[in-house]
């Protein structure tokens, strides 16, 4: 039977070293494939190469009159089209030439599943901020169509909805204009109406991602990705959950704790710092177990790159509560596998080396004076 797919494909450049090769796939024989590149740049020129491919109809550019941010430009996409499927990439992959086809085979196959999760690789990282991103698997959601049969949500870079089972969702913006964690909520609101269906993995439907300025440190990124994801718990309170606090929590109550009492006990200050130092030793430690565990060698300086991005990223989190005066927002966590009963206090060999670190350290300290 034959159907559609809308391709919605935000951006601000409009690249035409990616987007081409995109408009350019070859489409299915039974099915209608319109392209919506949505650019949140109201002073944008696209290149003439894209610009004559734009026909109003199986080819369209829409142009923002203003800055509107990541979901307001994915959601106006979702508005222009009407296709039966909608396909979401990012401007700045490099697809698979049977992409489509892949995903339409998909659809005529299982015509009834809530949504196909593609999958995304990133070339072999070459520099030390890549190295620890990859040890870390902050972008492991890329990789999740790889591991899993099915799953609660993609990456929007490559992943491909039903539109009658996206309904009235659309994403947040409540979220930073910049991105993080309105893709997690969007993916999550379809699956809820949708029985809690998960989204089947389509590691077939292959795309890749260049690594963020070539590789080059920049956690500012990932900072931004924990401001955004703050919300998640909040806004999405039947996947929320409480652990022990991290590092950048623990220092912030040690720190206001120790400046309220120094007025009373002196030495405070310096248990406090005593504090903060051995949590960054047993921080690193663990970081280190993590790469090992990863890549199976001792890398310290990796480790250490991945213990920065870790604080940088949690650090987001709290400061995202902070500004919204959340105190319940201490020690809160988000239940990214779908999970609505996650429990609380999960133990785990990080956490276990950690606790033994501190009662270590607390030993030698009140011995030593």
């Known amino acids: 039977m034959p159907f559609s797919i809308d391709v919605i494909i935000p951006s601000f450049r409009l690249n035409p070293e990616n987007i081409l090769p995109i408009l350019n796939l070859q489409r299915p024989a039974d099915a209608t494939v319109r392209f919506y590149l949505v650019a949140d740049n109201p002073q944008l020129k696209p290149d003439a190469t894209i610009a004559q491919l734009v026909n109003g109809d199986t080819i369209n550019l829409l142009i923002n009159s203003h800055n509107i ?22 401007d700045d992959i490099v697809v ?22 593609g999958l995304v ?9 890549a190295k620890a991103v990859d040890a870390n698997g902050s972008m492991g959601i890329f990789s999740a169509a ?35 964690g309105e893709e997690v909520e969007f ?28 590789g080059e440190a920049d956690y500012t990124r990932f900072y931004r990705y924990g401001l955004g994801n703050s919300h998640l718990a909040q806004r999405n ?7 022990f606090l991290n590092l950048p929590e623990s220092v912030l109550i ?32 663990t970081n280190i177990m993590r790469v090992k565990r990863k890549n199976k060698i001792i890398a310290p300086g990796v480790a250490f790159n991945v213990m920065r991005l870790r604080l940088v990223y949690e650090w987001g989190i709290l400061r995202g509560n902070i500004s919204r005066g959340r105190l319940a927002g201490f020690g809160e966590r988000f239940s990214y596998d779908g999970n609505t009963s996650p429990g609380s206090f999960r133990l785990n060999r990080y956490k276990i080396v950690k606790l033994a670190i501190f009662a270590i350290a607390a030993i030698v300290v009140m011995l030593l004076g």
């Open 146 to 180: 790889l591991h899993n049969e099915y799953y609660p949500w993609g990456a929007s870079a490559n992943i491909m909805i039903r539109r009658s089972a996206l309904g009235n969702v659309r994403f947040s913006s409540t979220y930073p204009k910049t991105g993080g």
């Open 96 to 117: 698979d030439p049977q992409l489509l086809l892949t995903y339409a085979n998909a659809a005529e196959q299982h015509p009834n599943e809530v949504g196909f999760i």
């Open 69 to 90: 941010g990541a979901s307001a430009t994915r959601n106006r996409g979702i508005e222009a089209g009407n296709g039966d499927w909608i396909l979401f990439l990012d």
């Open 237 to 243: 309170p039947a996947y929320r959950w409480y652990d």
């Open 254 to 285: 040690v720190a206001v704790a120790a400046f309220a009492i120094h007025f009373f006990w002196m030495p405070v200050a310096k248990y406090g710092l005593y504090f903060v130092l051995i949590a960054l030793l047993a921080e690193y430690v």
């Open 187 to 214: 993916f999550f609101k379809i699956r809820e109406q949708n029985s809690l269906s998960n989204y089947r993995c389509l590691p077939a439907a292959k795309a890749e991602h260049p690594w963020w300025k070539n």
């Open 121 to 129: 690789t990133m070339p072999p990282p070459a520099t030390p901020f």
